[in-house]
């Protein structure tokens, strides 16, 4: 697995196809490899709980800053900018929370020959 090409929204096994043809949408397959992403149907549903947890973070982080550094006392400016940044860290977050799904499936289950193969699937 190439993480390298992960962090650069590329294929973690050949380094060049990409992984998303718009902002969210990611190919069934490498067009340059022809390794299924989609491994199995719903395979991307983990991300939402990893984008998840990450924006919680992000929202509940800014919190100490927006006190201590900004000196914003007042409960609803924090709270609205607070709602910002998990919104707008939410959006732009997407889609590493796929590519660190992809890196951490492929950690725990590395590539096999049938990941190229169609089995059905559609291309
Ligand atoms: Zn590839």
Redesign the pocket.
């Known amino acids: 697995m190439k993480l390298g090409a992960l962090l650069r929204l590329r ?1 973690p ?5 990409k992984l998303f043809h718009g902002y969210f949408d990611s190919p069934v397959r ?1 067009p ?4 299924f992403f989609m491994r199995e149907s719903g395979y991307f549903l983990p991300h939402v709980a990893i984008g998840y947890a990450f924006t919680v973070l992000a929202a509940l982080g800014s919190w100490p800053v927006l006190y201590y550094v900004v000196g914003i006392r007042s409960a609803a400016v924090t709270l609205s900018i607070m709602v910002a940044v998990a919104l707008i860290f939410g959006v732009w977050f997407v889609r590493y929370s796929k590519v660190l799904w992809l890196a951490l499936d492929l950690t725990l289950n590395p590539p096999q020959a049938e990941d190229f193969e169609p089995r059905g699937r559609r291309e």
């Open positions: 294929c096994i050949c380094g060049k196809g490498c340059s490899c022809g390794y």
